[in-house]
């Protein structure tokens, strides 16, 4: 089977790919900020030992971006799919309240380290003659604006860009690049700040109304990612979860539903 890569792939929407990834054969390469991987995880993962292994990277540092590529091919000789899923957010208030250091955070995780990771990614699958290359979408990327959260909103805009055109200049390689649209999914993204304090949905209402009918589980969105990436060979594909469609069916079925996630 295929040898995957996941940027930010300790917890959320990452580690739960990482598993089904595991689960279909796979063999991958976590990787997080931390110098181990959590005993949690390592005792979850038993089953697929020597099939997964775990490199600590900071995808704003184009260094460690290089040696995630550089242990994944040392330990496995290629590197079939690269996903880009690091993320980072915001303090949940106005951008122009927020300080420096997490305007430098979100742009730096969630444009530079999908930027360079591509880069790398790019380079070495075009010396092997094959690849793919994903990133992650989320909210900002169909132009959607909601107060307090438009720094982290125009990353991911930018983001959905870039990779179209790294599309474009792919095309013909062997090579191909695309996008992966979850919608919105319970990770601690929307639990807690940047800081690990209790995050604003525990006060907003209206948000949390919205959160628990639109938002899934990161297991049930990786789920349906995997074999759709496994399977992909299309260039520029966007592959998504919350479609417009299954979004509407949601609005109206919420009140027989009554879905409870926060």
Known sequence: MKNIVITGSTRGVGYAMAKEFLASGCSVILSGRGETLRKSAVDELKPWEGL?????????????????????????????????????????????????????????????????????????????????????????????????????????????????GLAKELEGTGVIAGRLSPGMMLTDFITTTPDGAPAAIESDESFRKLFNILADKPETVASFFVPRILKNKKNNVQISWLTGSKAAWRFLSAAVRKRKLV
């Open 52 to 164: 997964y292994h775990y490199v600590p990277c900071n995808v704003q540092k184009k260094s460690d971006l290089e040696k995630l590529w550089a242990t994944a091919v040392e330990r496995f000789g290629c590197v079939d799919i690269w996903i880009n899923n690091a993320g980072q957010n915001t303090p949940h208030v106005l951008a122009y309240e927020t300080d420096e250091s997490y305007v430098r955070a979100v742009v730096e995780t969630n444009m530079l380290g999908a930027m360079f990771g591509s880069q790398i990614a790019a380079k070495g699958m075009l010396a092997q003659g094959y690849g793919a290359i994903y990133s992650m979408e989320g909210l900002g990327s169909n132009n959607m604006i909601q107060a307090k959260t438009i720094l982290y909103g125009t990353t991911k805009h930018a983001l959905t860009y870039f990779m179209r």
